[in-house]
């Protein structure tokens, strides 16, 4: 599975960006897939994650009511809406993807089997 993640950029505190990640994969509604980021010095930090058959999205507390997750299966590609952006948000962003990861281990990065190159997020104050 290769996994091919875009969109990030620059944007002002409050701005907003989307991501896409586009997977090379067979079935890929049977994939569940997770948007993960990092910044310099931190650990890999959960943000979503939406599991295969296209069930509800789950967001991490930090980003929910601004991050949405959404997936089309039709063109294997998962999206992040990042909406009132925040300077602490800035990171590198990676979309990752699992066949069978368990729902409690979701928002667990060592638990992906296939990760995209991330996609930089930089937001100013």
């Known amino acids: 599975v290769q996994l091919q993640a875009s969109g990030g950029g620059l944007v002002q505190a409050g701005g907003s960006l989307r991501l896409s990640c586009a997977a090379s994969?067979?079935?890929?509604?049977?994939?569940?897939m997770g948007w993960f980021r990092q910044s310099p010095g931190k650990e890999r930090e959960f943000v979503a994650a939406?599991?295969?058959?296209?069930?509800?999205?789950y967001v991490a507390d930090s980003v929910k009511g601004r991050f949405t997750m959404s997936r089309d299966n039709a063109k294997n590609t998962v999206y992040l809406q990042m909406n009132s952006l925040r300077p602490e948000d800035t990171a590198v962003y990676y979309c990752?993807?699992?066949?069978?990861?368990?729902?409690?281990?979701?928002?667990?990065?060592?638990?992906?089997?296939?990760w995209g190159q991330g996609t930089l997020v930089t937001v100013s104050s």
């Open positions: 990752a993807a699992d066949k069978s990861i368990i729902s409690s281990s979701l928002g667990d990065y060592r638990q992906y089997d296939y």
């Open positions: 994969a067979d079935a890929f509604s049977t994939y569940t």
């Open positions: 939406s599991k295969r058959f296209n069930s509800n999205p």
